[in-house]
């Protein structure tokens, strides 16, 4: 059984930063597709940072530039980078991982940000 457990948010300013990491009870994300996703309150969960296999990262535009996903395999982590923090960034955030042909999720760790 594999678990992902999320870690690191809590309250941030606008303006400022918050490191979300994501540990797996496996070794799992190292050559898998890994992602962050959030879900706001009233909204549907939204894709915010992926990492493919080759190492290739993106990113939508709401988060573009502010956000940074990595993958740290020794430590088997997947962490995810938030500067320039926004009250709409306001969210759940969950990571993910594509593993043997299903993907699995963590609880979600939530993020608020205050103006």
């Known amino acids: 059984q594999v678990q992902l457990v999320e870690s690191g948010g809590g309250l941030g300013q606008a303006g400022g930063s918050l490191r979300l990491s994501c540990a797996a009870s496996r070794s799992i994300f190292s050559g898998n597709f890994v992602a962050w996703y959030r879900q706001a309150p009233g909204k549907q969960r939204e894709l915010v940072a992926s990492?493919?296999?080759?190492?290739?990262?993106n990113y939508p535009d709401s988060v573009k530039g502010r956000f940074t996903i990595s993958r740290d395999n020794a430590k088997n982590t997947v962490s995810l980078q938030m500067n320039k923090l926004k009250p709409e960034d306001t969210a759940v955030y969950y990571c993910s991982a594509f593993y043997l042909g299903r993907n699995y999720w963590g609880q979600g760790t939530q993020v608020t940000v205050s103006s």
């Open positions: 990492l493919t296999t080759s190492g290739t990262t």
